[in-house]
């Protein structure tokens, strides 16, 4: 496909929140060529990436030991060094991210484990949607609300119970709540997972426990107890809404894809030149298009009917002059560009943490500066 895993960066990062950056670039070792890759950063702690406080080994006491951390639900699989269990289900487990454990201390671990256990505490106790007692106080609603969104429209067959972040800086800085994402491992998403019910259209992969029960990875209840809440269901119908008037329009995704599978014509048929998969099965496809453009062509049928059915069975309700937003702390500066795509005119409009100079660049595909603005 055309990086539907760049599909879903590009639109959570129009959505005002960081995701990984990525450049597309061939690779030549030894002088043989090795087809066509995508170069991306990790995912950690710094001012360009999830842009919350460090935490130092100084940071023991007080504000100052309530952030930043960085944390995962993950299968424990691999290299994992130092995990613990949800206490509502042992299959649902966290990792320590950024801080590394070897590189946090014990009070600090206590603490950032003990954050994440009050929020299950509340959101599994009677008073959950209490305003003063339960979730509310705790997470930062609107990122939940963008990463559900993410991970249902994409129907990741891994959503939400592996590469699963969740980051929280300081008491100090917007109230330290705890917030959902980055987003991550996309690949298995859009149709391109043939097991589990992840290349339907219709569904909820938040419940995917009901249809794959056997897996040793489980998605945590938060998302299906979040849904339980009236106000919390109204305030994800109003999100929905209001991106699917700007980034998760159906032109502007459809544009999206098209601009990059312009963008990398020439490198994509040196690739499959060297590796020749079109048209060939190869774990865990959904769809094996006979050439690019039918798979191109899946891309975009699997997002309309996606969406579409989204648009028919997302709970709650938008009332009008119900804002769904503004309330909500937003954790880090937020930036929206609409209509997209455009013609004539774009908007660009901002929210920053506090005062200072703000500094807007526009480039254009290629990464060509066009514009550069300083702005008050």
Known sequence: LVGSEMCIRDRFSSMGHYAARHVYCEVV???????????????????????????????????????????????TTGSVVE????????????????????????????????YI?????????????????GYHTIINKLSFYDFFIMQELGRTVD?????????KD??????????????WDFNLSYGNADYCDANLTTGWQYQFDLVCPWFTSSVPFWWEKLLQDQDYCDGLKCRWEMLREGPLHLDSLHNYIDS?????????IRNFTQWPIIGVYVNWNGFVGMTYQEDLDYL???LDER??????????????????????????????AWPNPFSDFIFIGYTTKEEGQVRIQIHDLLGKLIQDFDLG
């Open 117 to 133: 256990s009050d929020f299950e505490d509340a959101l599994w106790g009677p008073n959950f949607n209490d305003q003063t007692v």
């Open 83 to 114: 995990t613990w269990p949800s206490a509502y289900n042992a299959e649902v487990n966290f990792q320590y991210h950024d801080p590394a454990p070897e590189d946090l201390l014990l009070v600090q671990k206590t603490y950032i484990q003990s």
């Open 159 to 167: 959503g939400y119970r592996s590469s699963s972040f969740l980051h």
């Open 307 to 336: 969406i579409l059915w989204m648009d028919s069975n997302l709970p709650g309700t938008c009332y009008p002059g119900l804002a769904g937003q503004e309330e909500i702390v937003q954790p880090e500066p937020i930036s929206r």
């Open 260 to 268: 990059v599978a312009l963008y990398i014509e020439d490198a994509r």
């Open 29 to 75: 070792i030894n002088g043989q060529y090795q087809g066509l890759y995508l170069f991306m950063e990790k995912t950690k702690r710094d001012g360009d990436r999830i842009d919350i406080s460090k935490l130092t080994l100084n940071d023991t006491v007080g504000v100052e030991l309530t952030g930043g951390y960085v944390i995962k639900v993950d299968k």
């Open 170 to 183: 300081k008491s100090s800085v917007w109230g330290g709540l705890l917030n959902a994402g980055p987003i």
């Open 300 to 302: 975009k049928w699997y």
